[in-house]
């Protein structure tokens, strides 16, 4: 590992720290390096609020130090107005000669044009340090802005006998039949916090009666999106109680919206991923997981429509029921929560 892939590693590290909260910017760190040493560091911590390169900037207690410094940054320093001021102009203001970019940001406001102002004012530009690492640290937001889509994260529980369900229960119970144990819930919580939104479909909702939120982690409740072709979902049901943006599809329009959960009209007889899809970009949502029954999960793998899946497989057999969704397992890692197997399979290297 050379000196400048060192210091971008960090970087990451930096970044992570937002992972959940910086949307819909992507997670960044930045460290500035004088004479060997870290002299300053920082990270984008939430959307409106300074960016790593600032909050670098500001740790630096020496100042005078910065004409000498190198600053690195995971991923392109912004060259636009948002809701703060452009990067470049805090480098260029400060006189930091030296600049080291992980990656090029894809955003169509920035995309390169930060590393030619950078140098168009004399400074010093290296560009694709780990550039695969980096690139992964943000994959949602790449795929946000690359395929115009939400970053997908298929995840479900299967028995030992291959079974996602038992047979279809009846409409007084509604409460889900857990397949794995209490950790992998809460991990699965914690998976929640870290996505911008959560999808299922209408039997799953009417089944389980889900209130698709973090109760057990800290952290930001995704949006949740609900498929409900022909408003057959009870209107007593967690998902309308209002408490978390809600955002229903259906193929009628109704008078039932409110504040906090709206319904998108589609056409449920042409191929309805695409229009979710669409509709999800609009909003600005980068990520979501989908959480639905084996129809909703398979029509996903079908259309070849998603990035990760993350599959459980607990210790309970059913013996009959609903079958696991089919999913060929290549690119896949294994690990354990107590007994509890979860295979974590990637649609691309």
């Known amino acids: 590992m050379n000196i400048h892939e060192k210091y971008i590693k960090r970087c990451i590290e930096l970044a992570q720290n937002g992972l959940g909260n910086t949307y819909p910017n992507p997670m960044v760190g930045s460290v500035i390096v004088y004479d060997g040493k870290i002299i300053g560091e920082g990270w984008h911590k939430k959307a409106g609020e300074p960016h790593a390169e600032v909050n670098a900037v500001r740790s630096v207690k020496d100042k005078s130090l910065l004409e000498k410094a190198t ?20 480098i260029i203001a400060n006189k930091i000669p030296n600049v080291v970019v992980g990656t090029v940001d894809p955003n169509e406001k920035v995309a390169g044009n930060g590393i030619k102002k950078l140098i168009a004012a004399g400074a010093n530009v290296t560009v694709g ?15 946000f802005h690359q395929k115009k889509r939400p970053y997908i994260i298929l995840k479900w529980a299967e028995t030992q006998d291959g079974f996602l369900a038992p047979e279809k229960q009846t409409i007084q119970q509604r409460q889900p039949v ?12 914690k998976w929640r916090s870290e996505e911008q939104a959560i999808l299922a479909g209408t039997q799953t909702v009417i089944d389980d009666n889900p209130r698709l939120n973090i109760r057990d982690w800290s952290g930001n409740n995704p949006v949740r999106v609900i498929l409900d072709q022909n408003n057959r979902i009870p209107k007593d049901s967690f998902i309308f109680d209002n408490n978390i943006k809600t955002i229903v599809f259906t193929k009628s329009e109704t008078n039932l919206s409110a504040e906090n959960t709206t319904f998108e009209v589609i056409n449920f007889n042409q191929n309805i991923i695409p229009q979710i899809l669409a509709v999800l970009h609009q909003n600005q949502i980068q990520s979501i997981i989908i959480e639905g029954g ?15 899946a993350r599959i459980f497989t607990g210790k309970t057999t059913f013996n009959k029921g609903i079958k696991a969704p089919v999913i060929q397992k290549k690119n896949t890692t294994k690990t354990y929560i107590q007994k509890d197997e979860l295979i974590y399979v990637r649609n691309h290297d």
Request: net charge negative; with cysteine; aromatic share 12%.
């Open 178 to 189: 857990w397949i794995t144990n209490t950790y992998s819930r809460q991990l699965v919580h």
């Open 294 to 308: 084996l129809q909703t999960l398979q029509t996903f793998i079908d259309q070849d429509l998603w990035d990760e």
């Open 129 to 143: 340090i780990l550039e695969k690492e980096c690139n992964e640290l943000n994959k949602r937001f790449f795929t």
């Open 71 to 90: 600053i690195y940054v995971s991923l392109e320093p912004c060259s636009h107005f948002g809701k703060t001021p452009p990067c470049c102009d805090l």
